[in-house]
């Protein structure tokens, strides 16, 4: 059951998506959800090398940028974030802007700034559903050159 957080980052949320622990998150995929023009969720999955948070209220993203997922956001200006992993469950919803059509040190990349608006915490309803939890982050297998993806965070935050 999600419950509303606040309108900005929890500490642990924030320390999880600022770049400073990037080897325990390397392997850990990140689900973007947009709505398209027919009205349907869009998913979408980035790694935490795309996603920054510049501070508690604002989320840096790279994002591909001739893509259903960037010409919604584009469009709408309306994103959710969706943080998974042990024990954690995180619904981040917000405005986003577009700050580059194309990144320096990744062209093919859009940058966008996500606004945060809402943030919602899930867990199991103990009366329900007891011991149950999250037990894992949805994991991809990373081959991207790690120098090229710390240039992208950098880029992200400037």
């Known amino acids: 059951m999600s419950k509303v957080v606040g309108n900005k980052l929890p500490a642990d949320l924030y320390q999880r998506l600022a770049g400073s622990d990037l080897q325990t998150h390397a392997e850990k995929a990140i689900v973007i959800c947009t709505v398209d023009a027919g009205g349907w969720p869009h998913p979408a999955m980035l790694s935490y090398f795309e996603v920054i948070a510049k501070d508690d209220r604002n989320i840096r993203l790279a994002v591909y940028g001739n893509t259903t997922t960037t010409n919604n956001m584009r469009r709408n200006g309306k994103l959710s974030i969706v943080i998974v ?74």
């Not at 867990?123 to 990373?142: D, F, H, M, Q």
């Open 85 to 158: 992993d042990e024990r954690v469950a995180y619904y981040i919803k917000g405005t986003v802007e577009e700050l580059a059509g194309e990144m320096i040190c990744s062209p093919q990349n859009a940058k966008f700034n996500c606004r945060v608006e809402q943030v919602l915490a899930d867990e199991a309803n103990e009366e329900y559903e007891p011991g149950s939890y999250v037990t894992s982050a949805i994991l991809y297998k990373r081959r991207a050159d790690p120098m090229e993806q710390k240039k992208l965070l950098r880029e992200l935050v400037e």
